[in-house]
């Protein structure tokens, strides 16, 4: 087990499940020490036990990443939990109604899925660089957005324009908050196994096989592959890493 996040204090959100959960099980391994958040508390009750199973610490707590009350009680239980943040992982996410043409996007569910996506990564940038600026040591926040962030997705809609958001959103931190110690990168999966991708499929009737022609390494992609990814931008290792939009994709985007 490499230890490259000991002495890591790192918040998760979009811990329950997925990339998430994911995620907190490989920053785990590496050393580190969690707040693992997410509006679905039984399933970041079942990743903290998933982390301390393999030995790691990881204290979970309710969120609702559109709420800016929320978010500031997760940043200052994070604070008390951990004693300072070192990273986060800004993850929380929705599809939407992913499967229809913008024209046919409800007004309520595109309100949402870009106050989730797109105000909530927002929201807890907010609050993680003003903590990590008072304690004066820098640190690393990886956000979410996806392939979705980089080209059109037909049907994406709402989802597409949050996540373009995103990395626009992570550039402007980046170039705001580099000089001082905080790096800020995006992370930009392909189509990965998750519950989400779950939905996408049953809503459309597609198969999976529509999702492994786009990718040209022939297949889906696992949550670990991006949790592998993440981990190593959160970390000293990608010291020189700030304000990229990194696709994780099997290739998509090329
Ligand atoms: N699975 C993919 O193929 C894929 C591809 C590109 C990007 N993404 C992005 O990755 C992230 C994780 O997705 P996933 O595939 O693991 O999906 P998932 O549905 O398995 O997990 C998403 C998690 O976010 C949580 N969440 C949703 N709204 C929230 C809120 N308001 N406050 C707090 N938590 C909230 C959910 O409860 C859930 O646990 C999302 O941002 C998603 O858009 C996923």
Not at 19 to 40: P, Q
Not at 121 to 147: F, H, P, R
Not at 217 to 231: C, M, T
Request: proline share 2%; aromatic share 4%; with cysteine.
């Amino acid at each position: 087990m490499s230890d490259f996040l000991e002495n890591h204090g790192i918040i998760i959100t979009g811990a329950a499940s997925g990339i998430g959960r994911a995620t907190a099980l490989r920053c785990a391994e590496a050393g580190a020490s969690l707040v693992l958040a997410d509006r679905d508390i039984e399933g970041c009750n079942e990743t903290s036990q998933l982390v301390q199973k393999l030995g790691g610490q990881a204290e979970p707590v309710e969120v609702d990443v559109a709420n800016a009350d929320s978010v500031q009680t997760l940043i200052s239980h994070a604070v008390d939990t951990l004693g300072k943040i070192d990273g986060a992982f800004n993850n929380a996410g929705i599809e939407g109604q992913s499967t229809r043409r913008i024209t046919d996007w409800d007004e309520d569910v595109f309100d949402l899925t870009m106050g989730i996506n797109l105000k909530g990564v927002w929201l807890c940038m907010k609050y993680e660089v003003d903590q990590m600026l008072s304690q004066g040591g820098g640190g690393s926040i990886v956000n979410t957005a996806s392939i979705a962030g980089l080209v059109g997705l037909k049907g994406g809609g709402g989802y597409t324009a949050s996540k373009h958001g995103v990395v626009g959103l992570s550039k402007t931190a980046a170039l705001e908050f580099s000089s001082k110690g905080v790096r800020v990168n995006t992370v930009c999966p392909g189509t990965i196994e998750t519950p989400m991708i779950d939905r996408l499929l049953d809503d459309s009737g597609a198969e999976s096989s529509f999702f492994v022609e786009k990718t040209p390494i022939g297949r889906l992609g696992k949550p670990q592959e991006i949790g592998d990814a993440v981990a190593w931008l959160l970390s000293d290792k990608a010291s020189l890493v700030t304000g990229i939009a990194l696709p994780v994709d099997g290739g998509w985007v090329a």
